[in-house]
């Protein structure tokens, strides 16, 4: 897959693309949270094993769609699925300054 766009400012191609599959189980039953702004979105882990390497990776997942979250909240835990989406940094406001941390941004999810 490719992706070509050309850029108004300066007219170069960028070829950026922020596009991911995961395929893992899911380590705790989803948690919706309300943003201060309003905004509800479901956040839950996916545990993938390491190619090559003991171990695990868990990732954090955020459904911010309607479908998408109604989805998340019916997971249960160690349940295998598929999820489609690209990464994002999310910034915040804490007690110590600003806060942030990366995440997957689910726009697809399917049981497998």
Excluded at 9 to 26: A, H, P, T, Y
Excluded at 35 to 60: A, N, Y
């Amino acid at each position: 897959m490719n992706k070509k766009v050309v850029s108004d400012l300066d007219n170069e191609q960028d070829f950026s693309l922020n596009d991911l599959l995961l395929r893992g189980r899911v380590s705790a039953p989803a948690v919706t949270k309300e943003l201060p702004s309003g905004d509800k979105v479901v956040e839950f882990r996916l545990i993938i094993t390491r190619e090559k390497r003991d171990g695990v990776d868990t990732l954090d997942i955020a459904a911010w769609s309607a479908k998408s979250r109604r989805f998340a909240m019916n997971l249960k835990t160690d349940e295998w699925i598929e999820v489609s989406g690209s990464v994002h940094r999310r910034f915040w406001k804490s007690a110590t300054g600003v806060a942030s941390r990366w995440q997957v941004e689910a726009i697809e999810m399917a049981r497998i």
